[in-house]
T-cell receptor
């Protein structure tokens, strides 16, 4: 699995877009980028994943740079309920093994 | 869909006793389940991978005789913390991967169990 680097913490104003960066400069060609989040004292929740192309779902958008060395998770209109630790994971998409969680980014959405 | 439950949600036990935590996939079958542990202000750390009908695979440094895992059915895995000590106090989280799914991300997490050993 490729090492990922994320800022320790970020603040965002309620209603504004939250842009969470992730560096994965050693990612290999068959490794996906996954994003999970963990609200305090709950289990992690899957958000989105991608390989090369940008992706969007009902929760967020994922922007992956052309060289795939970094990505940005975008929450378009952050709410107070989006306050959580966000984990970026770069790993192969196959069923072998498990997800390795790093330290993530603590996002605080403020009114 | 894809709901995973854990029971109990929290438990307090005395040092030296054993505690069993259940992880259930409520609306899907899961050949593979994972057990994680999370200490305060730290990230999740994988303890073991549990496959239905076979022995669990433990991560390095996790004592398999202390953390007993049983995955006897496609919807239930249990983690038993034997002879618990205060340092075992932690947040235990399970996840389940739907059978037949091939992508690693397709695993669903339970709400976690808070264990406090006094």
């Amino acid at each position: 699995d490729a090492k990922t680097t994320q800022p320790t913490s970020m603040d965002c104003a309620e209603g504004r877009a939250a842009n969470l960066p992730c560096n994965h400069s050693t990612i290999s060609g068959n490794e996906y980028v996954y994003w999970y989040r963990q609200i305090h004292s709950q289990g992690p929740q899957y958000i989105i994943h991608g390989l090369k192309n940008n992706e969007t779902n009902e929760m967020a958008s994922l922007i992956i740079t052309e060289d795939r060395k970094s990505s940005t998770l975008i929450l378009p209109h952050a709410t107070l309920r989006d306050t959580a630790v966000y984990y970026c994971i770069a790993t192969q998409g196959g069923s072998q093994g498990n997800l390795i969680f790093g330290k993530g980014t603590k996002l605080s959405v403020k009114p | 869909g894809a709901v995973v439950s854990q029971h109990p949600s929290w438990v307090i036990c005395k040092s030296g006793t054993s505690v069993k935590i259940e992880c259930r996939s409520l609306d899907f079958q899961a050949t593979t389940m994972f057990w994680y542990r999370q200490f305060p202000k730290q990230s999740l750390m994988l303890m073991a991978t549990s496959n239905e009908g076979s022995k669990a695979t433990y991560e390095q440094g996790v004592e398999k005789d202390k953390f007993l895992i049983n995955h006897a059915s496609l919807t239930l895995s249990t983690l038993t913390v034997t002879s618990a000590h205060p340092e075992d106090s932690s947040f235990y989280i399970c996840s389940a991967r739907p059978s037949g799914r091939i992508l690693r991300y397709e695993q669903y997490f339970g709400p976690g169990t808070r264990l406090t050993v006094t």
